[in-house]
């Protein structure tokens, strides 16, 4: 029998919530108002530890300096260019670039810094990886 997933942020009461990778169940009132994403394949045991603490800290970025203010700046039709140095900061800009003063991280880090970035706005993803592009000639 399947078993039944809510989203992480439903109101339950309470009522427990249980990652499909099998581990340790929590109940929505413990759970923090992070993402903490959903690992249906297990991948994240694939990954090292940098590669969990990049994608962490662009989680993070993207729940306490994007998410706040995306709604407002699509009101308005602006994209908050204030934020961009911040997003270069975890190699967003070039990332995979070697030299050049760019990050040189791997495809795979790559990868998870434009997922979480998509996470938070497809316009932010999207900002963030033709910068990368351009200075490639693509």
């Known amino acids: ?28 009132a413990a759970s923090t108002a992070t993402f903490q994403g959903v690992d ?9 530890p940098a590669d969990l603490q990049l994608r962490a800290r662009v989680r993070e970025w ?20 204030n934020l961009a140095r911040e997003i270069a900061t975890f190699g967003a800009f070039g990332g995979s670039i070697q030299g050049y003063g760019c990050a040189g991280l791997s495809s795979l880090q790559y990868g998870l810094i434009m997922q979480e970035l998509e996470r938070g706005d497809s316009g932010l993803r999207t900002f963030a990886s033709v910068q990368g592009a351009l200075a490639q000639g693509w």
């Open 1 to 28: 029998m399947a078993k039944k997933i809510r989203h992480p942020r439903a109101k339950n009461d309470g009522a427990e919530i249980r990652n499909p990778a099998g581990a340790a169940p929590k109940t929505a």
């Open 40 to 48: 249906f394949l297990a991948l994240d045991e694939l990954l090292t």
């Open 62 to 81: 993207v729940e306490t300096r994007y998410l706040p203010v995306v709604a407002q700046h699509y009101e308005r039709a602006t994209f908050p260019l």
